[in-house]
């Protein structure tokens, strides 16, 4: 491609003088293991169905109070005298408030207070926050607002009709100012968004992974070389249930209770302790049932900290539930991500190097969720599943009047946008060489044997087996007929793609040498007590979101200590009893509070060993473990079951041993999972109105161990259906002055039913060598791998018309455009 | 705001309330009858969180006013199950039909007026039946299994409530 239709050139030309480096270059450095791991095809079950540890298919244990409608959701909590709070949004993306005039809204029955940025000032400085990046964001504007919808006051009132009816009571005066929403011309600076900074330019910081030096030399080396910009769109995650919270501050014991839409509590209640200066035992966050996550209800919103406010201006509970536009229009938002790609590649069609620039739209803050060593997320595990000798990834962060974000939209801190890339690109030099897509990525994968694999950018992918995987999904989708399928059908002018996506994920994180949030290491966490009627609970400090962790963590404990999954009640999500975490996203609870979960099982087994032992009166050296027991070696007729080493720790418990039967661990990964799947994807495209339609999809999964079947089955759905979506259908659209121009479920098309295929699905499974259980995490990586293989399905089917590349989502609109450009008219 | 005395069935039992005109029927079911399994998602008639059946239709009760109910018969998830789960709530738990439960109820509700409409409906009808309301987290495989499951049954319980 021309340097013309190259946007990130202009970072290079820029060069350290506009540009400086603000964040410490960052190589990863993972630690090493050297297991050599095989892949099989069948699920590991060793426990009778009677304890149903892991591999078995298990119904879910939450089940039964979501399908009765009694699950407990925070617009469900109720509270006496409890009030409620809406929120005045800035109907401007950028400008200067002159005044806010409340008198009307608080004549409004039931209205009782309006709470501004002075009056958040005044309280405190509470007008100003952190973010999750150490950045700073507004919770009200005192001078001006920065994106449209952003929060400007808030009204409290006896209910929410008399709030909403206060909100728009109140009148607010604005200066309108240039509003900037292209990160480009962001970059020049011309129109500062964040003029409360030391600084005043856009560019928040640069960052870089991989050797410069090597990756040049590779290029000048490169017998065949392609180029192309692309850009990740701007999306929102849209969980069904929005975000909102229940305060309530008691005065009479200073205790501050809340229920909160959190995927991560325990960081929220560090955060809300740091941000108000109420001590955090204090402090009390349950995290009820939530209704979808997905990286969403991660950050701290401006609400839920004038939630909290209201609570302790009015003494009395509040409550805060956005609704969807507020949702659409100003929470978190993800990807955002503009990308030039060159990748080389020797005569032989080997893939030798990678060089990536990027830039990275934050909006108005930088309030990703990513670890803080990585401002880019794990955005350099771009090379993908393919060996290559050098790359060089550079992405620079730019403020923009957009709400502040981004976080992950099912995905492990960016590497969705990084998966897009390597398999666009990969593609594109499959087609241009000529080669068959999968004949090139089987040339190219990394090999079983190189694992661990030492990656050019510094990763140590654990294990793997690309070939199985995208072998199995050949066979499965009959690859060889569909390109015979489709050669005829070109020569009917009938246009018929098929795309390949062979991701490699990352997740877990992380190893706490590397990873922290907020300076808080990213360990994660499990408390089992087992009464003495050998039944159990379990808290983590995790929390789900409809992953099924009530399910799987019990089936871990049932597996590690033959205690019926059914006998072992999960809780997660209340600070005040689980313990210490950093929470679920990212695909970190199972590699990381799952490991706990095991590896505190195994410390009450150990214990439970002394117990038996005493009480069979043998040497410990003389039992071995058994399922559910501790059986005498040789002799298992002598033996005690986990039930009766139970009620023994708490009537009969050993002289010299403490009594009770529990353990906690805090689990610190050695190394992030690095799980990986081939999907294919078959689509036609109809050519009189654009509409690609999806005729099969078949995905194959390796996440390593599986808990569950039944669970991952569904996460690989959902996930899938999440991949579908950004690749067809959503996009977050905003005008020249910032007005989002999709802020409600009509203009933001989640798919349904019928737009969403019937997902085939296929599995291999390659453990992770270092994980207790060889389990990887699996939640995210279908969201990860999907959109590569629909758009690559969709420019293969139009290559031959000279279509290199269309951006996702792609739309009708956008493949009727095209298939006119090049000819094609009916 | 006009105030108003409307008296409606739901889930068998009858319940005769004051409520405002503007009032949505969304709010009456989960604030003043305290039925909270019935959800709010989108406000726009788009997600279908909030579907009851009304006088045996399925709506989306964020966008009817509860004064228009007055004197309906309205059926929420609280409603389904009698002596035991519904083959709906079986088919849902069976198939791992839910994962956040947010949207079940109303999928649920969807699912129970298509099938009152149509015993025995192919994969497509059930995708098309179930297309206004939305699911993030299942991908929908799982929940077209749950309510074929429940058809099944549902047809064999017929069966056998009248020999042929």
New interface residues.
């Given amino acids: 491609m021309s340097d013309q239709l190259d946007p990130l050139r202009a970072l290079d030309e820029a060069g350290e003088r506009h540009l400086p480096d603000r964040v410490e270059r960052h190589t990863p450095k993972p630690a090493g293991s050297s297991a050599i791991v095989e892949t099989s095809h069948e699920v590991r079950v060793t426990t009778p169905a009677t304890v149903c540890g892991m591999g078995h298919r298990m119904?879910?244990k939450?089940?039964?109070?979501?399908?009765?409608?009694?699950?407990?959701?925070v617009?469900?909590v109720?509270l006496p005298g409890m009030l409620y709070m809406d929120i005045v949004r800035s109907p401007y993306a950028h400008a200067r408030i002159t005044k806010i005039d409340a008198s009307e809204a608080l004549k409004v029955p039931g209205v009782l207070a309006v709470i501004t940025g002075e009056d958040l000032k005044q309280a405190g400085n509470l007008h100003w926050m952190p973010t999750l990046m150490s950045d700073t964001q507004m919770v009200l504007p005192i001078e001006k607002v920065v994106y449209y919808a952003q929060e400007v006051c808030v009204v409290v009132a006896t209910d929410?009709?008399a709030a909403a009816d206060g909100v728009e009571k109140v009148v607010v005066e604005y200066d309108p100012l240039p509003v900037v929403v292209d990160p480009f011309e962001a970059l020049k600076d011309e129109t500062i968004v964040r003029d409360d900074k030391e600084l005043k330019t856009n560019h928040i910081w640069h960052w870089e992974a991989g050797d410069r030096e090597a990756t040049e030399h590779v290029f000048r080396s490169a017998a065949k070389v392609v180029k192309q910009y692309m850009h990740i769109p701007r999306i929102h995650?849209?969980?069904?249930?929005?975000c909102g919270m229940v305060a309530d501050f008691n005065k009479a014991t200073g205790k501050l209770k809340i229920w909160m839409t959190s995927q991560a509590p325990h960081a929220h209640r560090t955060v809300f302790a740091l941000v108000s200066g109420i001590p955090e035992h204090k402090i009390q966050i349950i995290s009820p049932?939530?209704?979808?996550g997905?990286g969403g209800k991660v950050p701290v919103y401006p609400g839920y900290v004038c939630c909290v406010v209201a609570s302790i201006v009015t003494g009395r509970p509040v409550k805060w539930?956005e609704?969807?536009?507020e949702n659409l229009q100003a929470d978190s938002f993800a990807r955002d991500y503009h990308i030039t790609a060159e990748m080389a590649a020797d005569a032989d069609g080997r893939i030798t190097g990678l060089r990536v620039r990027t830039l990275a739209d934050n909006g108005a803050a930088d309030a990703a969720a990513n670890p803080s060593k990585f401002p880019a997320g794990l955005y350099s595990i771009c090379t993908g599943s393919y060996d290559m000798r050098a790359a060089h990834i550079a992405v620079d962060g730019v403020y923009t009047n957009k709400p502040p974000g981004g976080v992950a939209y099912r995905c492990s801190f960016r590497v969705t946008e990084a998966v897009h890339m390597i398999e666009r690109m990969t593609d594109i030099m499959a087609h241009e060489l000529g080669e068959d897509p999968a004949a090139f990525r089987l040339k190219n994968f990394i090999r079983p044997e190189q694992f661990p694999y030492r990656s050019p950018t510094g990763w140590e992918y654990d294990s793997g087996n690309y070939h199985a995987a995208l072998k199995l999904a050949m066979e499965m989708i009959g690859y060889e007929e569909l390109r015979r399928e489709q050669a005829e059908k070109r020569t009917r002018g009938e246009l018929m793609g098929i795309g390949i996506s062979s991701f490699t994920e990352v997740v877990g994180a992380g190893p706490s040498r590397d990873y922290d949030i907020l300076g808080i290491k990213m360990f994660d966490s499990a408390e089992i007590r087992i009464h003495p009627t050998g039944k159990a609970i379990a808290r983590f400090g995790t929390k789900s979101?409809?992953?099924?962790h009530e399910t799987t963590y019990a089936q871990i404990i049932a597996e590690e200590l033959g205690i019926p999954a059914e006998h072992v009640e999960v809780e997660e999500g209340d600070t005040d009893t689980a313990p210490y975490g950093l929470g679920t996203y990212a695909s970190r609870s199972t590699p990381t509070a799952g490991a706990a979960a095991a590896v505190a099982a195994r410390k009450i087994r150990a214990k439970a060993r002394t117990i038996a032992a005493y009480l069979l009166e043998v040497s410990e050296d003389d039992l071995e473990w058994s399922v559910d027991r501790w059986q005498v070696k040789g002799s298992p007729e002598q033996h005690k079951t986990i039930q009766d080493i139970a009620f023994a720790a708490y009537t009969n418990h050993p002289p010299g041993v403490e009594a009770g039967l529990e353990a906690t661990d805090y689990y610190d990964p050695p190394n992030l999972t690095f799980p990986f799947g081939s999907y294919i994807c078959v689509v036609d495209i109809d050519t009189g109105t654009g509409e690609v339609k999806i005729r099969r999809f078949v995905a194959v999964d390796d996440c390593g161990n599986i808990i569950n079947p039944?669970?991952v089955?569904?996460?690989?759905?959902?996930?899938?259906?999440?991949g579908l979506a950004p690749a067809l259908f959503e996009e977050i659209v905003y005008d020249e002055n910032g007005q989002n121009l999709t802020g409600?479920?009509?203009d933001y098309l989640?798919p349904?039913?019928?737009e969403?295929p019937?997902?085939e699905i296929g599995k291999t499974i390659t453990p992770s060598p270092h994980h207790p259980i060889g389990a990887k995490g699996v939640g995210e990586s279908p969201t990860v791998g999907a959109p590569p293989a629909i758009a690559n399905a969709v420019v293969d089917a139009l290559w031959h018309l000279g279509v290199r590349h269309i951006d996702i989502p792609i739309t009708p609109q956008k493949v009727w455009k095209l298939l006119r450009d090049h000819g094609i008219t009916e | 705001m006009s105030t108003h005395q409307i008296t409606l069935t739901v889930n068998g039992a009858s319940h005769s309330v004051q409520t405002e005109a503007r009032t949505l029927l969304v709010h009456l079911i989960r604030e003043q009858l305290n039925l909270t399994g019935t959800h709010i998602g989108c406000d726009t008639s788009s997600c279908g969180a909030c579907t009851v059946i009304v006088n045996g239709r399925a709506i989306k009760s964020c966008t009817m006013f509860a004064v228009q109910a007055d004197g309906a018969t309205i059926e929420t998830i609280e409603g389904l199950a009698g002596a035991g789960l519904h083959p709906l709530q079986e088919g849902f738990w069976e198939k791992h039909g839910l994962q956040c439960g947010y949207c079940t109820p109303g999928m649920i509700m969807s699912a129970k007026a298509l099938l009152a409409q149509n015993p025995n409906p192919s994969e497509e009808e059930i995708r098309y039946g179930i297309s206004g309301n939305l699911c993030r987290c299942t991908g929908y495989v799982k929940i077209v299994e749950a309510i074929q499951y429940a058809a099944a049954k549902l047809r064999e319980q017929q069966t056998q409530e009248v020999p042929a």
């Fill in positions: 119904k879910r939450e089940d039964p109070r979501f399908i009765q409608g009694r699950g407990t959701y617009d469900d109720k929410r009709y995650v849209a969980s069904i249930e929005t049932d939530i209704g979808g997905f539930i609704d969807r536009s979101q409809g992953q099924g039944l669970v089955e569904g996460q690989i759905h959902g996930g899938l259906t999440m409600t479920f009509m989640l349904t039913a019928v969403t019937k997902w």
